[in-house]
């Protein structure tokens, strides 16, 4: 199977890496991972019920040993890192990640964090004067800040509604959002589980609702991944972000963004590197040396 990676053409610069997006591509049965250079410790989820807190729940749950034999072997050889294995590995963990989240690797791409991806986001969508962004006073207060900045340099309006506190149910959210979304909104922005507030938002019926009402809709679940089961398939989303250095207990600096397929041409990185224009996946994988390291 070596061969099926040595083969694919190269599109990353004078990297001595495969292609990304070949690699993405191979099917599951014939695909084989890239090697790690150390042992990886099988998990023991069997005993988790009785697992006590501390130095046994580290030892059995965490790789926190791995990370650190990591770092150690790629500052002993940082060139063969970057140039042959960085790539590689990135893939693997996209098509991991995906099969964990219920998508195909096509569809998600990895990002530093859900700042990153919010903003890529809403930075790829061509807004004009007038045109109306939707959320809820619940959304993330940085992400308001991009969105009011947006409208301020492109004349479009921010709609804010009003969550009444306390919450009722899922039908007093879905029937605010039915309410007040118009159709003809450029895009609707909810959190999955908003920071503040004590909330698992009913993604999947605002989704339905925007939809019939063709809305393109942005759920930021920074807080998803690792703490509620995701199936991005069944979801719809338009645009699913979530961190991984959350509930998910990756290190820091590990997200995703996932994008519908029709909506990936016009989704570009913030930054512009050696994959620009070999698709989706290479677009987003490098940014630059040591970007997301
Ligand atoms: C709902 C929500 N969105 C976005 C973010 C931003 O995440 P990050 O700082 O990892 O980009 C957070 C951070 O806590 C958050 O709670």
Redesign the pocket.
């Known amino acids: 199977m070596l061969s099926l990676h040595m083969a694919a053409k190269r599109d990353f610069g004078s990297f001595h890496s495969s292609n990304v997006q070949e690699l993405i591509n191979i099917p599951e049965k014939d695909y084989i991972p890239p090697l790690f250079p150390f042992e990886i410790p099988e998990y023991d989820f069997g005993s988790l019920d009785s697992l006590q807190f501390g130095k046994e729940c580290r030892e059995k749950c965490f790789m926190l040993e791995c990370v650190k034999l990591s770092g150690k072997d790629i500052e002993r050889q940082p060139l063969r890192f970057f140039d042959r294995e960085l790539l590689p590995h990135l893939v693997y963990v996209t098509r991991s990640l995906s099969k964990f989240i219920g998508c195909d690797a096509q569809d998600v791409v990895l990002v530093t ?4 991806a ?1 903003n890529t986001v809403v930075r790829s969508i061509k807004l004009k004067e007038n045109d109306c962004i939707y959320i809820l006073n619940v959304t ?1 207060g ?2 308001k800040k991009l969105l009011r900045q947006v409208c301020t340099e492109t004349g479009a309006v921010l709609q804010e509604e009003k969550v009444e506190f306390p919450v009722t149910g899922k039908q007093q959210i879905i029937s605010l959002v039915k309410s007040t979304l118009k159709s003809g909104t450029k895009l609707a922005v909810f ?1 999955h ?3 503040n507030s004590p909330l698992i938002l009913p993604i999947k019926e605002i989704i339905q609702v925007c939809h019939e009402r063709n809305v393109p809709v942005l759920i ?1 679940g ?2 998803a991944l690792g703490s509620v089961p995701l199936n991005l398939r069944s979801l719809d989303a338009d645009y699913y972000v979530s ?1 991984a ?2 509930w998910f207990c990756c290190p820091k600096g590990a ?1 995703f963004l996932y994008v519908r397929k029709d909506l990936q041409k016009n989704t570009r990185p913030l930054v512009i590197s050696h994959g620009f224009g070999s698709g989706f996946n290479s677009e987003f994988i490098w940014a630059g040396a040591s970007e997301g390291c």
């Open positions: 964090n859900a700042t990153t919010i993330y940085a992400v959190d589980i908003p920071s930021d920074a807080h961190n250095h959350k997200a």
